[in-house]
T-cell receptor
Framework: GAVVSQHPSRVICKSGTSVKIECRSL??????MFWYRQFPKQSLMLMAT?????????EQGVEKDKFLINHASLTLSTLTVTSAHPEDSSFYIC???????????FGPGTRLTVT | AQSVSQHNHHVILSEAASLELGCNYS??????LFWYVQYPGQHLQLLLK??????LVKGIKGFEAEFIKSKFSFNLRKPSVQWSDTAEYFC????????????FGGGTRLMVKP
């Protein structure tokens, strides 16, 4: 089946620094990728939609200057959390939509801890 | 705006028991409905989805769900659960092209006792 990977799986960073999370579709081309955030014991919340070669579309309440998304190729999208704060600590999950089948596949997630 | 409610936060069943997990949604447009499962330590996997047609949808691993438009519901069922069904289950409503922009319910943690 289709595989979506995320790197890193866990990251700890200091407050004020930036951290980049990668999302890759390993065996299909993803014209669209989605970034979700999951707080402990809560559900996933869509942050933004990332389209290859164009600007991301952010959900209401998500700061686009804080959560920078780049989708430079059909297999890679990156989420950069800029000037991270402890409240940004969360589980970030990406999903990728297969450009041919429109099926959506989820990555394993990245746990970010900001100290 | 869309919203999805899952009424059961935690469910504990014995093996061979029947399962029904509730899901209600609010959305004014055409709905695309999904059930996802997340096994411990693993990523989200699609169990089944409804876009149109037969409101009774069959998914993987013996799961099925019924779309009842008048009740705004999409409940998940399995006639006989197994220990391996222990997981967290998420109902979701999709919007956008192909319904991929998902609004998730709060999730239901299912524990199946052997």
């Amino acid at each position: 089946g289709a595989v979506v990977s995320q790197h890193p799986s866990r990251v700890i960073c200091k407050s004020g620094t930036s951290v980049k999370i990668e999302c890759r579709s390993l065996d299909f081309q993803a014209t669209t990728m989605f970034w979700y955030r999951q707080f402990p014991k809560q559900s996933l919340m869509l942050m933004a939609t990332s389209n290859e070669g164009s600007k991301a579309t952010y959900e209401q309440g998500v700061e686009k200057d804080k959560f920078l998304i780049n989708h430079a190729s059909l297999t890679l999208s990156t989420l950069t959390v800029t000037s991270a704060h402890p409240e940004d600590s969360s589980f970030y999950i990406c999903s990728a939509r297969d450009g041919k089948t429109y099926e959506q596949y989820f990555g394993p997630g990245t746990r970010l801890t900001v100290t | 705006a869309q919203s999805v409610s899952q009424h059961n936060h935690h469910v504990i069943l014995s093996e061979a028991a029947s399962l029904e997990l509730g899901c209600n949604y609010s959305y004014g447009g055409t709905v695309n409905l999904f059930w996802y499962v997340q096994y411990p330590g693993q990523h989200l996997q699609l169990l089944l989805k409804y876009f149109s047609g037969d409101p009774l949808v069959k998914g993987i691993k013996g799961f099925e769900a019924e779309f009842i438009k008048s009740k705004f519901s999409f409940n998940l069922r399995k006639p006989s659960v197994q220990w391996s069904d222990t997981a967290e289950y998420f109902c979701a409503v999709g919007r956008g092209n192909a319904g991929n922009m998902l609004t998730f319910g709060g999730g239901t943690r299912l524990m199946v006792k052997p």
